[in-house]
């Protein structure tokens, strides 16, 4: 169960990824690369979906687990700067993946959620789940949020 998370006074990250949920403006790099897409997006959660396939294989022929962290991580970024005012960032200090069950191919949606916003600091959690529903991994992270020169250029 999530805390309510305090609204930004300006929504502009927030309203910049609505227009990418809208195909009005174009994707990451990142994003075009791992071939993942945004399809919601609310204040402190986002939902990527990727369709896993032989591409993204490891050796063995599963979904290699970087693929599911790095995910996963573009979700908890989405989810966290959803909760960063205008002249604000924020940076990663932690990534942690737990994996549950191999992945071949699959529909996998990235459900992430702030758990915890302080002034400094977001807890955020991921779950990532089968098109069946079946939980495949979960990610949590912790970010510190920027301010002033730190921000700057982010």
Excluded at 99 to 112: E, G, M, Q, T, V
Aim: proline share 5%; with cysteine.
């Amino acid at each position: 169960m999530s805390e309510r998370i305090r609204q930004p006074k300006t929504l502009r990250h927030l309203e910049r990824l609505k227009q990418l949920v809208r195909g009005e403006i174009p994707p990451p790099p990142i994003a075009e690369l791992l071939g993942f897409h945004l399809v919601e997006i609310e204040l402190g959660r986002s939902t990527i979906r990727l369709e896993a396939s032989k591409r993204h294989a490891n050796p063995m022929g599963t979904l290699h687990g970087g693929v599911i962290s790095d995910v996963a991580d573009a979700a908890l970024g989405l989810a966290m700067v959803t909760t960063v005012e205008e002249d604000e960032s924020f940076t990663t200090l932690d990534l942690t993946a737990k994996y549950f069950k191999p992945i071949w191919n699959a529909r996998l949606s990235f459900d992430a959620r702030v758990t915890k916003r302080t002034r400094a600091l977001g807890l955020i959690e991921c779950d990532v789940t089968d098109e069946t529903g079946s939980l495949v991994a979960r990610a949590y992270s912790t970010c510190m949020v920027l301010r002033g020169e730190e921000a700057k250029g982010r």
